[in-house]
């Protein structure tokens, strides 16, 4: 039994890991975005090739497809040492780490009201996976 | 189409993708994915469903990146992750006969009060320091 709670907190742990792995992905995406400025769906639609691959040629965006791909990694690792139900409500709080990230780095500034909306996405994505007894 | 909305149908995008690909991989016959099987990869790349929702899934995550330039991330990734939640719930239950248990239903009735919210916020746009 001591060894089932000690392998529940270990994975949990490998999952927070996981969670702040892929948290950190997606303002690094738009760190490669930057150099690029604002860009639109039209942009996109005028100048496919250039625009895409002036995105995917940016260091940032490399390092954020990594931190993706370890993540999944990490993310399996913590499935497999436990059970889904345990693993899939700590993914939420991907959205804390996104938040951290960028308001330290990229200096955004997040309003009380959108502290409040990413709490209840977060509090939303562990009822909606977390086990019923 | 601009900021949370992009967001919003990249999320769906994403969500619709992931049990496209679970059904194809049932209706390849596979119940166990091995990511070094090449027969299954063969079995996968001939299914319909499967192909639809790696498209979708990889044409939702560009429509993200190119959110992401719009506005902040802090409030774009919570609004297309939660919006792509709500989809792989749907539709789980209508394709894969996943049931929607009212503990899902009071879930999916949260991350819409939180979207709305994210959503609603003006300062979304707000220019983030460039580097």
């Not at chain 1, 940016?58 to 139900?85: C, D, M, P, R």
């Not at chain 2, 769906?12 to 049990?19: D, Q």
Request: proline share 3%; glycine share 10%.
């Amino acid at each position: 039994m001591e060894y089932q709670v000690f392998t529940a907190v270990i994975a949990s742990l490998i999952a927070l890991l996981a969670a702040a792995l892929f948290g950190i992905a997606a303002p690094l995406f738009k760190q490669s975005t930057m150099k690029l400025g604002e860009i639109t769906l039209s942009a996109v639609k005028e100048k496919p090739r250039e625009t895409i691959s002036r995105i995917i040629k940016n260091k940032f965006f490399l390092v954020a497809l990594v931190l993706q791909l370890v993540g999944g990694l990490i993310f399996w690792t913590a499935l497999s040492l436990t059970e889904v139900t345990l693993v899939v409500p700590i993914m939420s709080s991907t959205y804390v780490f996104t938040a951290l990230y960028s308001k330290f780095v990229l200096n955004e500034t997040i309003t009380g009201k959108e502290a409040i909306g990413i709490l209840i996405v977060l509090v939303g994505v562990v009822i909606l996976t977390f086990p019923v007894a | 189409m601009r900021g949370p909305m992009l967001a919003i149908f990249a999320g769906t995008l994403i969500g619709v993708g992931n049990p496209l690909i679970k059904f194809g991989m049932q209706t390849a016959g596979i119940s166990e994915f091995l990511f070094f099987s090449i027969s299954q990869w063969f079995a996968l790349i001939a299914n319909g469903y499967f192909l639809l929702g790696m498209f979708s899934s990889m044409a939702g995550i560009g429509l993200f990146i190119i959110s992401l330039s719009q506005g902040k991330a802090s409030v774009l990734n919570p609004i297309s992750g939660g919006v792509s939640y709500i989809f792989v719930i749907i539709l789980s239950g209508l394709m894969l006969a996943e049931l929607i248990t009212l503990q899902k239903i009071i879930g999916m009735i949260v991350i819409l009060l939180g979207i709305s919210l994210l959503g609603g916020s003006k300062q979304w746009n707000t220019k983030s320091s460039q580097q």
